[in-house]
């Protein structure tokens, strides 16, 4: 049974920087994606950043050059490195494992936290 863990949500201010992880136990197949997600207030979740089997990392364009997807040694941690943080990134942000589909940031996976809340004020 995979069970996945965030951490390191709060609030900040606007230009902040906050580093998410994601701790995860069982058995992860690492021929899927990882990835971290997250829903605002009254609207869809969206992926956020994701990795593939070969390594090869997504992001959603709003995040591009702020925010930085790594993985610890295997596949037990996950980070979320994010700086110069804007209101709109304000959401609940999930991890994800063991995703498929066209691209790792679709919402295809199996696996999911419970979620760690970011908040961002101007």
């Known amino acids: 049974q995979v069970q996945l863990v965030e951490s390191g949500g709060g609030s900040v201010q606007a230009g902040g920087s906050l580093r998410l992880s994601c701790g995860a136990s069982?058995?992860?197949?690492?021929?899927?994606?990882l990835g971290w997600f997250r829903q605002a207030p009254g609207k869809e979740r969206e992926g956020v950043a994701a990795?593939?089997?070969?390594?090869?990392?997504e992001y959603t364009d709003s995040v591009k050059g702020r925010f930085t997807i790594s993985k610890g040694k295997g596949n037990n941690i996950l980070y979320l490195q994010m700086n110069s943080l804007k209101p709109e990134d304000t959401g609940m942000y999930y991890c994800?494992?063991?995703?498929?589909?066209?691209?790792?940031?679709?919402?295809?996976?199996?696996?999911w936290g419970q979620g760690t809340q970011v908040t961002v004020s101007s």
């Open positions: 990795l593939d089997a070969d390594g090869t990392i």
């Open positions: 994800a494992a063991e995703g498929f589909g066209t691209s790792c940031l679709d919402n295809e996976y199996p696996y």
């Open positions: 069982g058995y992860i197949d690492n021929r899927y994606c």
